[in-house]
């Protein structure tokens, strides 16, 4: 749609050419920000012009710019090691929307807008991922994206900070991973993601559309069934919109950690 209240759209170059002050937003792919009015944003500053690699694999393993398309990381080549690979792909379908929006919809702007069916918030937070923030004094400050997302439509993002990207370490990618997804209706957004993996000595299940904010759930020892229901029985905030009641949240999710525990077991 058109944003009739904005005057202008500022492509940023160098990191000098972003200061995003009041009236202000970072412009990644554009698929959310031009889906409804956004009556108080005057400027737009597009990070897509600074020419951030898509993917780079780093000594400890790979870093996912924050304007990474969702294409761009769905057609990455199998990389050495990631045995959870196969998550990316589960991920992006779970985007209620055609595979068109793959070509624009990025990373990290899926993160920032911190919907609770934000598919690429499930897969970073299944991969124990490292959300890296530029903050407006020129400094970087980094935050599991566990944390990073607080709530819906909620991050700990200050006035003027980025994203910039998203780390993964390749001992995490070594680990193998179950997905499961429920959604109300067969293209209906997602109602309960769980993501389950297996960690050196226990498992790592993560929490997501089913919960306001996501969820990780660490087991020091591979547990029981019991133990999975207990720790997820815990949890308070099952969410509701017209895509699923909590108690059917709730529901889904309890059976789908039951089904990727016994996946990994
Ligand atoms: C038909 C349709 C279906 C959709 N289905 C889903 C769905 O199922 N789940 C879901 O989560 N979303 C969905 N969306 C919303 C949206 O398309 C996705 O969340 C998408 O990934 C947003 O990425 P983007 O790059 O287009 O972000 P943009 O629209 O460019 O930006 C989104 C928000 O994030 C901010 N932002 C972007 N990048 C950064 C950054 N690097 N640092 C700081 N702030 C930043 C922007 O200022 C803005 O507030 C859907 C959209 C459509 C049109």
New binding site residues.
């Given amino acids: 749609m058109d944003l009739t209240s904005l005057d202008r759209i500022r492509a940023a170059h160098h990191r000098t050419d972003l200061a995003i002050g009041p009236g202000s937003?970072?412009?990644?792919?554009?698929?959310?920000?031009f889906?409804e009015p956004q009556p108080d944003l005057t400027e737009l500053v597009d990070?897509t012009t600074l020419g951030w690699p898509a993917v780079e694999h780093t000594a400890d393993g790979i870093s996912l710019a924050?304007t990474c398309t969702i294409r761009q990381l769905v057609d990455l080549a199998p990389v050495d090691g990631w045995v959870s690979q196969h998550l990316v792909v589960r991920c992006a379908r779970s985007?209620?929307?055609s595979e068109k929006?793959w070509d624009?919809?990025?990373v990290?702007?899926?993160v920032?807008?911190a919907?609770p069916?934000?598919?690429?918030t499930s897969l970073a937070v299944a991969l124990d991922a490292t959300a890296v923030v530029w903050t407006p004094d020129g400094g970087e400050r980094r935050q599991p994206v566990a944390a990073f997302v607080t709530g819906v439509r909620t991050t700990t993002?200050a006035p003027g900070e980025?994203?910039r990207s998203l780390e993964l370490a390749s001992s995490v990618l070594a680990e193998p991973a179950a997905f499961r997804r429920a959604a109300l209706t067969r293209h209906g957004?997602?109602g309960a993601i769980v993501v389950g993996r297996r960690s050196a000595a226990g498992l790592v299940v993560t929490l997501t559309a089913g919960v306001t904010r996501p969820h990780r759930l660490a087991f020091p020892s591979f547990p029981g069934a019991d133990e999975v229901r207990a720790a997820i029985e815990q949890v308070d905030d099952w969410y509701d919109d017209p895509h699923g009641a909590p108690d059917w949240r709730r529901a889904m999710t309890l059976r789908l950690a039951e089904q990727v525990r016994e996946e990994l077991s």
């Fill in positions: 937003a970072p412009l990644a792919g554009g698929t959310w920000l889906s990070l924050a985007l209620v929307a929006i624009w919809a990025t990290g702007g899926n920032c807008t919907l069916a934000g598919a690429l993002l980025v994203l957004r997602s």
